[in-house]
C-alpha cells in the first residue's frame, strides 16, 4: 500500500495560490530564450476548481500522464485558483498574456460564466490546444414508467407536454433538451435544480417526468433499473449505456456539447501552441487517458488548435442564441 | 441474523491495526476542520480527497468518514466558547452553549455536548444498520413538492426563534430572506443582485453571514464593553476546575432530550439536501416548544445545547443513507464522499452495498468505533480547549478574528466572502446592540432560498396547481405532522400549564 503525499494537493488551496504568486513574481522576466520548453521555467498549470471537482481530475489526470512518460521535461505545478465559478482561475491565466509557461483546462463553466458575469476574457480570447473530450447527457426516466424508449418518449411528449429536470439554466442541462425538442418536435417544461442530487431525487419521488444528466454519477441506479436512459447527447454512446441510442441515431442530432479541453494564456508564440498540440497527440493514446475516459463516461472528441477556438465560439454562440431567446441572459 | 454477521465482517475489516490508524487520523482531523470557524468537513474533505488516491479504499473511506462526522464534534467547541460557529451546523449550538459558558458552565456544556454528539452519531449508526432499506425509501420520497412543505414547517420554527422583541426579530428574518435573493436565479438564470460579480453567481453563503453575525459580532460587543481593558477571562468565566462534570441534574435532565433529538436528527438527514443544519435548528425549535421551561432558552439551557448536538450528529449519520443505498449525497460533504467512490472506480446506487460489502459494512462498523475515539479524544481536549477561554482578551479577540478570516477565505479563496463576514460582523454588533434576532436571520437565509425553489420546481411541474401538494403520500404526512406540531404543542403547553396553576392552587 502507497499514500501518495504531494505538499500542493492538500495545502488549501489559498495558501499554495498565495506561496506560488510569490514564487511567479520572482521569476516572471525571466523568459525563454531557448527552445520551448525550458527545463529552467516550472510550468504554471491553473486549476480553476477546488480540488475533487471534475476540472481538477482532468488536470491531475494529465500531469500524471505527463509525469509517467516523461513527455514534459520541466517541473509542474498545479495550483487550484477556485472562484466565481472559474472567473478566478481563467483570469489569472488570461494575465499570463503572451507567458507559453501557463496553461490550464477548461470546463463547461469556460463558456458558462462568460455569458452569465462580466468577465474581461471571453473563451476564444486564449490560445487554443486541443479539445480532449465531451461532457455530454443521458435523458433518463424513472424505472417505473412506462415509457420504455426514446419513440415513445417523443410520441407521449407530443401529445401531452412533459417536464424535465436538469441543473441549472445556463448550462448544458437546460440547452441540450432545448434543441432536442425543437428537432424532434415536442414541447416540454424545463425544471431547474440545484444539483444533480437534487434532480435525482424528484425523478425518484415521481415528481418528474424525466431528467438529463451526465451518466457518470447515475450509473448505479440505471444498473439497478431505478432509471431508464433513452437516449444520449454525444457522437457515441459509452459502453456503460448498453445499447441506449445516441441523437443523431434517432435523427436529431444538436451538435452541442461541454468542451473539455486545454489552453494556454492569449497570445502565446506559435511555437509553444504546436508543441503542446504534438504532446497532447501522445497524452490521447495512452492507456490512463483511456481508462479516464471510460471512468468518467465522457465522449472523447479529440480536435487540435485553431479548430478547437472555433469549436468554442461555436458551442459560445449556440448557447447564447438559446439563453437569450428564453431571456435568461441579454 | 444476516445484519449481525455482516456487522461482524465490517468490524474485522475496521478493526486492523492499519484502519484503526486511519480512522482515528480521522477523526483528530476531523476535530480540527470542525474547530476552525469557517473551514467546514465539505472543505476539509475536498481538500484531503487526492490524499487518498494510492490508498486502499476501505481504509480511505474510513478516514474520510471520520473527517466528516468528527467536525461534528469539534464545530461545537467554539461555538460554546466563543459563540462563533466552527462550521454552519453547530450554529445552533450558540443560542445556548455560549450563554453557558458565559454563566461559568463551560466544562459541563464542553462534555455534555460530546456526549449527546456521542449519542445522536452513535443511535444513528444504529439505525443505518438496522433500517437502512426502510430509510432507503424515505429519501427517495422527496420531490419539490415536499421540500417546499419541510421548509415552510421550518419557517414555523422562526418564530420560537424571532424572541422577545417581534418587530425586531420579523425585520430580522425579512434582512435573511432578502440575501436569500441574492444570487443567479434558478429558474430563468438571470444575475439577482449579482452586479455582475461572478462570486455572487451562486449567491451569498451561510457560513461567512453566520461567523459574521454571531463570532466577530459578539467579539466587537465585548470591544464596545471595553472588556479588553481587563486582564484575562473577560466574555466568559471559567474559574473552578471542579466544575467541570455535569451535575446530575444535567444528565436527567436531557435524558430525552438526547433520544428525541437523535431520532428527529437521523430523519431529517435521512432527507437529501436537508443535513445537519436544519436538523440541528429544528431540533432546537422542537426542543424550546416542547420544554417545560422554554423562558430558559437562550439563556443557558443545556437542553438548548444538547437537542442541536445531537441532532447534527444523528443526521450526519443519516445522510449515510442515500449515499450507500441510492448513490445520491445530501450534503456537500457527502458529495465530496461520493467522488470518492466515484475516483475509485466503485458504481454507487442502490445495488452498492450489495457489490462491495466489505467497503459499506467496513465504513458502517468504522463509525461505531469513530465515535467512540471521538467522545475519549474530546473528554481529553476538553481542558485543553477550556484554556482558550483563560487567555487575556486583548490577545485572545484579534486572533479570533484572524482565524476566522484564514478559514473563511481558504474555502473558496474568495475576497468577497471574506468582505462579507466582516459586514456581517459590523451588523451583527448592532443587531446585539439592538435587540435584533442574528438566529433568525440566519434561518431565513437558509429556508428563503429553498423554499422558493422548491415552490418554483412544485408549481413548474404541476402547471400551477397546488393540488398537487394533496396528491403525493409524503406531502399529506408532512402537513399533518405540521398541522400537529402546530395545534397540538400549544395545546398541550396550555394543558400543562393549566395542570401546574391548578397543582399551585392545590398546595396553596
Not at chain 1, 476540472?55 to 505527463?66: G, S
Not at chain 1, 498574456?97 to 458558462?112: A, K, L, M, R
Not at chain 1, 492569449?266 to 493514446?285: F, L, R, S
Not at chain 1, 465522457?298 to 458551442?315: H, K
Amino acid at each position: 500500500m502507497t499514500i501518495q503525499f504531494e505538499p500542493t494537493h492538500w495545502l488549501p488551496s489559498s495558501t499554495v495560490a498565495a506561496l506560488s504568486a510569490c514564487a511567479i513574481a520572482l521569476s516572471a522576466p525571466v523568459m525563454a530564450q531557448e527552445a520551448y520548453p525550458s527545463t529552467d521555467e516550472t510550468l504554471d498549470w491553473t486549476i480553476a476548481f477546488g480540488p475533487g471537482g471534475g476540472n481538477d481530475i482532468m488536470a491531475r489526470t494529465i500531469i500524471d500522464i505527463l509525469t509517467k512518460y516523461d513527455l514534459y521535461p520541466g517541473d509542474v505545478s498545479a495550483e487550484n485558483r477556485a472562484g466565481g465559478s472559474g472567473a478566478v482561475g481563467w483570469g489569472y491565466l488570461y494575465g499570463q498574456d503572451g507567458d507559453p509557461y501557463g496553461i490550464s483546462t477548461t470546463s463547461g463553466s469556460f463558456v458558462t460564466t462568460p455569458l452569465q458575469a462580466d468577465t474581461p476574457w471571453q473563451p476564444e480570447d486564449f490560445t487554443p490546444v486541443a479539445l480532449l473530450a465531451t461532457d455530454d447527457l443521458v435523458l433518463v426516466v424513472n424505472g417505473d414508467s412506462e415509457i420504455q424508449n426514446i419513440d415513445e418518449f417523443i410520441a407521449m411528449a407530443k401529445a401531452e407536454p412533459m417536464n424535465i429536470g436538469g441543473t441549472g439554466t445556463v448550462n448544458v442541462d437546460f440547452i441540450v433538451p432545448t434543441l432536442f425538442a425543437e428537432k424532434a418536435g415536442f414541447e416540454f417544461d424545463y425544471v431547474s435544480f440545484n444539483s444533480m442530487a437534487d434532480q435525482t431525487t424528484a425523478l425518484l419521488s415521481g415528481a418528474l417526468d424525466a431528467m438529463v444528466g451526465n451518466p457518470g454519477e447515475i450509473l448505479g441506479l440505471i444498473d439497478a433499473g431505478e432509471l431508464r436512459p433513452l437516449v444520449f447527447s454525444g457522437q457515441s454512446t459509452p459502453d456503460a449505456l448498453g445499447d441506449t441510442p445516441t441523437m443523431g441515431d434517432v435523427g436529431f442530432d444538436i451538435g452541442v456539447s461541454m468542451p473539455r479541453g486545454l489552453i494556454l494564456p492569449p497570445n502565446v508564440p506559435e511555437a509553444a501552441q504546436e508543441w503542446w498540440i504534438g504532446t497532447m497527440q501522445k497524452v490521447v493514446d495512452t492507456p490512463e487517458w483511456a481508462e479516464y475516459i471510460a471512468s468518467n463516461t465522457l465522449t472523447p472528441t479529440v480536435i487540435y488548435g485553431e479548430d478547437f477556438r472555433t469549436f468554442l465560439g461555436q458551442t459560445k454562440t449556440n448557447f447564447e442564441s438559446v439563453l437569450k431567446s428564453v431571456g435568461a441572459i441579454e | 441474523m444476516d445484519i449481525f454477521s455482516d456487522l461482524i465482517m465490517g468490524l474485522s475489516i475496521a478493526i486492523t491495526p492499519i484502519n484503526l490508524v486511519y480512522l482515528l487520523l480521522g477523526a483528530a482531523i476531523g476535530m480540527i476542520v470542525g474547530v476552525i470557524p469557517g473551514f467546514g468537513p465539505s472543505a476539509g474533505l475536498a481538500i484531503l480527497l487526492p490524499m487518498t488516491f494510492g490508498m486502499d479504499p476501505i481504509g480511505a473511506i474510513m478516514l474520510l468518514a471520520a473527517i466528516y462526522y468528527g467536525a461534528m464534534y469539534g464545530g461545537t467547541i467554539t461555538s460554546i466558547l466563543l459563540n462563533t460557529p466552527g462550521e454552519s451546523a453547530t450554529v445552533a449550538s450558540t443560542f445556548d452553549g455560549f450563554p453557558l459558558a458565559k454563566n461559568g458552565r463551560a466544562g459541563p456544556a464542553l462534555v455534555m455536548q460530546a456526549v449527546a454528539s456521542f449519542v445522536g452519531g452513535t443511535v444513528g449508526v444504529i439505525l443505518i444498520t438496522l433500517l437502512a432499506p426502510m430509510f432507503a425509501q424515505v429519501s427517495r420520497s422527496f420531490g419539490p413538492p415536499e421540500y417546499f412543505l419541510l421548509a415552510l414547517m421550518g419557517m414555523l420554527t422562526l418564530i420560537v426563534m424571532i424572541g422577545e422583541n417581534w418587530r425586531l426579530g420579523i425585520i430580522s428574518a425579512l434582512i435573511g430572506f432578502a440575501l436569500g435573493t441574492v444570487g443567479v436565479d434558478l429558474e430563468t438564470g438571470q444575475g439577482r443582485y449579482t452586479f455582475g460579480s461572478a462570486e455572487l453567481i451562486g449567491g451569498i453563503y451561510f457560513i461567512p453571514i453566520a461567523i459574521g453575525l454571531f463570532g466577530l459580532g459578539e467579539l466587537f460587543y465585548a470591544f464596545y464593553q471595553g472588556l479588553h481593558r481587563f486582564g484575562t477571562g473577560g466574555i466568559v468565566n471559567y474559574e473552578n476546575e471542579d466544575r467541570f462534570w455535569p451535575t446530575r441534574m444535567d444528565w436527567i435532565s436531557t435524558r430525552m432530550t438526547m433520544a428525541r433529538n437523535s431520532v428527529l436528527g437521523f430523519v431529517v438527514g435521512v432527507i437529501p439536501g436537508a443535513g445537519a443544519t436544519i436538523a440541528s435548528l429544528m431540533a432546537y425549535s422542537t426542543e424550546r416548544s416542547l420544554s417545560k421551561t422554554p423562558e430558559n432558552f437562550g439563556k443557558g439551557e443545556m437542553a438548548g445545547l444538547v437537542a442541536p448536538e445531537t441532532a447534527n450528529n444523528a443526521a450526519s449519520s443519516g445522510a449515510m443513507i442515500p449515499l450507500l443505498t441510492l448513490g445520491i449525497p445530501g450534503s456537500a460533504s457527502t458529495a465530496v464522499l461520493l467522488a470518492a467512490f466515484l475516483l475509485w472506480g466503485l458504481r454507487p446506487g442502490p445495488l452498492f452495498m450489495e457489490q462491495n460489502p466489505e467497503l459499506a459494512w467496513g465504513l458502517i462498523a468504522s463509525m461505531y468505533l469513530g465515535n467512540m475515539a471521538l467522545l475519549t479524544i474530546s473528554i481529553f481536549a476538553i481542558p485543553l480547549f477550556v484554556q482558550i477561554i483563560k487567555v487575556p482578551y486583548r490577545i485572545l479577540g484579534p486572533t479570533v478574528i484572524v482565524v476566522c478570516a484564514l478559514g473563511t477565505f481558504s474555502v473558496n479563496a474568495s475576497f468577497i466572502e471574506l468582505y462579507i463576514m466582516f459586514a456581517a460582523g459590523i451588523v451583527g454588533f448592532f443587531m446585539r446592540l439592538y435587540g435584533f434576532s442574528a438566529a433568525a436571520l440566519v434561518l431565513a437565509l437558509v429556508l428563503g432560498p429553498l423554499a422558493e425553489e422548491a415552490l418554483r420546481q412544485t408549481l413548474t411541474i404541476s402547471r400551477g396547481s397546488f393540488m398537487i401538494f394533496v396528491e403525493r403520500p409524503a406531502s399529506v404526512w408532512i402537513i399533518l405532522v405540521t398541522l400537529m406540531l402546530v395545534v397540538m404543542l400549544p395545546l398541550l403547553n396550555r394543558i400543562g400549564k393549566k395542570a401546574q396553576m391548578v397543582k399551585k392552587l392545590d398546595a396553596g
